[in-house]
């Protein structure tokens, strides 16, 4: 299974994101970076901001 998720590293997205993994999942989350410290390696992190829509066309 694969999710894409807006942002994913608050509080409650970061579990979900961490518990997908775990799951084993393929994790996409387009975020501008600024805490994936704590990020599984296995996440798949689109440093971009969502309100750039044109790169998000082309990311996504």
């Known amino acids: ?3 894409l998720f807006v942002g ?3 509080t ?3 579990a979900i ?3 997908l ?3 084993g999942w393929d994790v996409f989350l ?3 970076g600024s805490r994936t410290s ?3 390696a296995e996440v798949n992190v689109i440093n971009l901001d969502i309100n750039d829509e044109d790169r998000v066309k082309e990311a996504i």
């Open 1 to 3: 299974m694969k999710a």
């Open 8 to 10: 994913g590293t608050g």
């Open 12 to 14: 409650i997205s970061m």
């Open 17 to 19: 994101t961490k518990l």
């Open 21 to 23: 993994v775990e799951k």
């Open 30 to 32: 387009i975020n501008r």
């Open 38 to 40: 704590e990020l599984p």
